[in-house]
């Protein structure tokens, strides 16, 4: 099982270059979101969506965006990159309801701006 | 708002201690649900429990123990018995009942180092 899969690993840009961090989960998850993890602040949310076609915002969405064209994709955009953007950034995943309905976690995007 | 604090930013032990880490919660939602979450140095984020806040009762799961009080608002976390493999920085979360898992509210983390 891939579970969430989060491309790049690690990733160094310069100010004011733009990219998209990539997550796709095969668990057919409706609910994804995605976290940034800086030093003795935990992990705090940046976007989220509820399903395809449904995206908002978190506690830090400036300087990103993000689309859900489908239930697997969810990608991250950064679109000039500055260098408070330097973290590690987390993809989650989870079932809507039920019984199960902890997030899973890709292992991380480490992304450094110059 | 929701708000967790986990006070301990860094704990140290001797394998073979008992170490308790504290976690205190911050809601207007009369149900939601805890997560707990373990950091170990490779970096990914592993699950360790869900509780929901219908359900105060303290769970046990091999060394692992979980005190769930919401008179106090704390989700406390013990590992009996720590061993080197423990080390990691573990996470308290919160999120609310219809977003379970989705938008999660975290505590900065606690770094537990079991020496040996």
């Known amino acids: 099982n891939a579970g969430v899969t989060q491309t790049p690993k690690f990733q160094v840009l310069k100010t004011g270059q733009s990219m998209t961090l990539q997550c796709a989960q095969d668990?057919?998850?409706?609910?994804m979101s995605w976290y940034r993890q800086d030093p003795g602040m935990g992990l705090r949310l940046i976007h989220y969506?509820?399903?395809?076609?449904?995206?908002d915002q978190g506690e830090v969405p400036n300087g990103y965006n993000v689309s859900r064209s489908t239930t697997e994709d969810f990608p991250l955009r950064l679109l000039s990159a500055a260098p408070s953007q330097t973290s590690v950034y987390f993809c989650?995943?989870?079932?809507?309801?039920?019984?199960?309905?902890?997030?899973?976690f890709g292992q991380g995007t480490r992304l450094t701006v110059v | 708002a929701q708000k967790v604090t986990q006070a301990q930013t860094e704990i140290s032990v001797v394998e073979k201690e008992d170490v308790t880490l504290d976690c205190v919660y911050e809601?207007?939602?009369?149900?939601?649900?805890l997560f707990w979450y373990k950091q170990p140095p490779s970096g990914e984020l592993v699950f360790l429990i869900r509780?929901?806040?219908?359900?105060?009762q303290n769970e046990i799961s091999g060394r692992y123990s979980w005190n769930f009080q919401k008179s106090t608002s704390s989700f406390n976390f013990t590992i009996t018995a720590s061993q080197v493999v423990d080390s990691a920085v573990y996470f308290c979360?919160?999120?609310?009942?219809?977003?379970?898992?989705?938008?999660?509210?975290f505590g900065g983390g606690t770094r537990l180092m079991v020496k040996p």
């Open positions: 809601t207007r939602d009369t149900t939601y649900y």
């Open positions: 668990m057919n998850h409706e609910y």
């Open positions: 969506s509820v399903g395809a076609g449904i995206t």
């Open positions: 979360a919160l999120s609310d009942i219809y977003n379970a898992g989705n938008m999660l509210t």
């Open positions: 509780r929901n806040s219908f359900d105060e």
């Open positions: 989650a995943s989870s079932y809507k309801g039920g019984t199960h309905t902890e997030a899973f």
